[in-house]
């Protein structure tokens, strides 16, 4: 079994027992997060699929941690006017751990 969901802008494909980093939510370590923006459930052979969301459907989940992502460099430059700059970004994320799928 595996859900299509959204959140923070992007669109994840979780299962149950699925640890997943996803945009920062507003929970703190060990509080239980319900998604409720469900695209498509699949259960074997029986599909549900959403226009553009399934009203009923939600994931539970857990959050496992809170932290900062790799940094990424960031480099600007003219050619042939001597402009050259660097800036480094860290996102914030937050781990979650699937509990279970409601349809």
């Known amino acids: ?5 959204t959140t923070g802008g992007k ?9 997943v980093r996803v ?7 060990g509080d ?10 699949a259960d074997g052979d029986k599909v549900s699929v959403g ?3 399934l009203a009923s459907a939600k994931v539970t989940a857990e959050v496992v ?3 900062r992502g790799e940094k990424l460099l960031i480099f600007k430059h003219r050619r042939r006017k001597g ?3 660097t800036n480094g970004h860290r996102q914030n994320y937050t781990a979650i751990k699937v509990k279970e799928i409601k349809a």
């Open 32 to 41: 239980t997060v319900e998604l409720n923006q469900v695209f498509m459930i």
């Open 51 to 53: 226009k553009p969301t």
């Open 11 to 19: 669109q994840y494909k979780v299962s149950p027992g699925d640890v």
């Open 23 to 29: 945009e920062s939510l507003d929970a703190k370590k």
């Open 65 to 67: 941690e809170e932290g």
């Open 1 to 5: 079994m595996y859900a299509v969901i």
């Open 83 to 85: 402009f050259r700059k």
